[in-house]
């Protein structure tokens, strides 16, 4: 099987649980947008944020060290053994902290009404933290079927929960106040719950992944964990940074918006809108999933560089279609989100074309990860978190959210650039720059033309919109039919 076709393949699996599954878990904005209040959702959305950088913080680069060194490492099953014992005891150590000071940070960080919420997450973070080693295992042994069921199993399981805490249990309590959920719930449609079912989904998560994590002969190796952490810990920073790029804006804008507005108001409507990129937001993630693996492995072949090529040409084309696929048929996607928040919806093209901008940076990390230079890896990243940051403190006091998109927009596309001029001085690949913007240019214009007519009806535009996008994917596949036929070869 060609090179190509093996990521497509491993792409395709992953999106058993990164596609199917996260979306399915996606299905729950509506669900919370059509339920909740904007100012609830807003509750949601930052707290998630909060989350985002924990995650990072608690997995310190562990991940992409663990697939590094799986590639020079002769002991797989040591290099496994220490880095699960590592993550095992800080994880640990979090939660535990966590259990002893969650008043006190819900109160710094204003929910003090409810603390709960704050020991819920610790263990939730804890626990996510921890299992990322097995997964991690999953994938650098090409077990991806396994790795989408658990994965699979994980969401619905928390969709399951969120469905009957929200729908079924105030539907029977309110037919009969003293239903047998009572003992579960007291009925209310509280964000509470959106908590609990995140709970109780990470654990049973932990409980299949015991296999995985009982069955290996525990050793640890303090100088492996040492050379690991010397190679992961800029992915750290790097993550953390890049963390600040993908969810800093939902905190930045608590303290940042004028005080005339309702601020979780705000929050909520942004959080919402932004899920609507979902598509590319899903395709980058399942991407990201099998990628990786994937570069590290094809390092050793002679035509290595020309597969990255590739794929970075294919991602991009695909890319440009999620954005156009979103936009031409926006006016069926809002209704992904309730009424009341589409006064947000201006943001989506510019969060589309932000992603698309962040998946390609993906694209070009390889650079850096395969030649050991990961601090220029978090460089790039800490660029981008001034930007967004610089950005979000001008923007947000003057144009609310809207700065907040238009700062996530900065920050990719600068981070982007810089990464790929770096990238061609310590690692030059020759990338398809020409056909990639080509491309680009043709998905916009297609996107700003279809934007200025106006439509008799809904049956017109959504009649123009197939057609528009028939005419991208006809361009691009009379374009790379003689590279498509290729493939089979790379």
């Known amino acids: 099987m060609g090179k190509l076709k093996k990521l497509l393949g491993q792409t395709v699996i992953y999106g058993l649980s990164s596609i199917i599954g996260r979306f399915l878990n996606y299905l729950m904005v509506p669900l919370y947008t059509y339920n909740l209040i904007a100012e609830e959702y807003g509750v949601v959305t930052e707290l998630y944020a909060y989350v985002s950088f924990l995650i990072i913080i608690l997995t310190y680069g562990m991940e992409t060290g663990f697939f590094r060194f799986s590639e020079t490492e002769k002991d797989t099953?040591?290099?496994?053994?220490?880095?699960?014992?590592?993550?095992?005891?800080?994880s640990t150590l979090f939660i535990l902290l966590i259990s002893l000071f969650y008043h006190n940070i819900a109160d710094i960080i204003g929910y003090s009404r409810h603390p709960e919420y704050i020991l819920w997450f610790g263990i939730v973070i804890g626990l996510d933290a921890f299992v990322s080693i097995p997964f991690a295992k999953l994938r650098q042994q090409n077990k991806a079927l396994k790795f989408a069921v658990i994965k699979f199993t994980n969401i619905i399981v928390n969709i399951g929960l969120n469905l009957f805490f929200i729908v079924l249990s105030p539907y029977l309590i309110e037919q009969n106040p003293e239903s047998w959920v009572t003992i579960f719930t007291d009925g209310e449609i509280s964000v509470k719950y959106i908590f609990i079912s995140n709970l109780i989904s990470s654990a049973v998560t932990v409980i299949l992944l015991l296999p995985e994590i009982l069955n290996v002969k525990f050793t640890?190796?303090?100088?492996?964990?040492?050379?690991?952490?010397?190679?992961?810990?800029?992915?750290?920073?790097?993550?953390?940074?890049?963390?600040?790029?993908?969810?800093?804006?939902?905190?930045?804008?608590?303290?940042?918006?004028?005080?005339?507005?309702?601020?979780?108001?705000?929050?909520?409507?942004?959080?919402?809108?932004?899920?609507?990129?979902?598509?590319?937001?899903?395709?980058?993630?399942?991407?990201?999933?099998?990628?990786?693996?994937?570069?590290?492995?094809?390092?050793?072949?002679?035509?290595?560089?020309n597969i990255y090529s590739e794929v970075m040409k294919y991602f991009t084309i695909f890319g440009l279609f999620i954005f156009l696929f979103v936009m031409l048929y926006l006016d069926i996607l809002k209704a992904f989100i309730g009424?009341?928040?589409?006064?947000?919806?201006?943001?989506?093209?510019?969060?589309?074309?932000?992603?698309?901008?962040?998946?390609?940076?993906?694209?070009?990390?390889i650079w850096y990860k395969l030649?050991?230079?990961?601090?220029?890896?978090?460089?790039?990243?800490?660029?981008?978190?001034?930007?967004?940051?610089?950005?979000?403190?001008?923007?947000?006091?003057?144009?609310?959210?809207?700065?907040?998109?238009?700062?996530?927009?900065?920050?990719?596309?600068?981070?982007?650039?810089?990464?790929?001029?770096?990238?061609?001085?310590?690692?030059?690949?020759?990338?398809?720059?020409?056909?990639?913007?080509?491309?680009?240019?043709?998905?916009?214009?297609?996107?700003f033309v279809f934007e200025r007519i106006n439509f008799e009806s809904n049956l017109l535009k959504f009649s123009v919109s197939t057609l528009l996008l028939a005419v991208f994917i006809g361009f691009a596949f009379i374009k790379e039919k003689k590279s498509f036929l290729k493939i089979k070869n790379i």
């Open 339 to 365: 009424e009341s928040y589409h006064e947000g919806l201006k943001i989506v093209p510019i969060v589309l074309m932000a992603n698309l901008f962040l998946g390609i940076i993906y694209n070009l990390s």
């Open 371 to 447: 030649t050991n230079k990961t601090k220029y890896g978090a460089l790039i990243a800490v660029i981008g978190a001034v930007i967004t940051i610089i950005l979000n403190i001008i923007l947000i006091p003057h144009i609310g959210y809207m700065g907040s998109a238009w700062a996530t927009f900065a920050c990719y596309f600068s981070m982007m650039i810089i990464s790929y001029g770096l990238g061609q001085k310590h690692f030059k690949v020759n990338y398809d720059i020409k056909s990639m913007l080509i491309y680009t240019l043709l998905a916009l214009v297609i996107y």
């Open 77 to 90: 099953s040591k290099l496994y053994s220490t880095t699960l014992i590592s993550l095992f005891s800080t």
């Open 220 to 305: 640890f190796d303090s100088k492996l964990l040492k050379r690991i952490l010397i190679y992961s810990l800029p992915l750290l920073l790097a993550g953390l940074a890049g963390m600040v790029n993908e969810t800093l804006d939902r905190i930045l804008l608590k303290y940042f918006l004028p005080s005339s507005v309702d601020v979780m108001r705000e929050i909520g409507i942004y959080g919402a809108n932004y899920k609507i990129a979902i598509l590319m937001t899903l395709f980058i993630q399942m991407f990201r999933y099998a990628a990786e693996p994937f570069f590290f492995a094809q390092a050793k072949e002679s035509n290595s560089k």
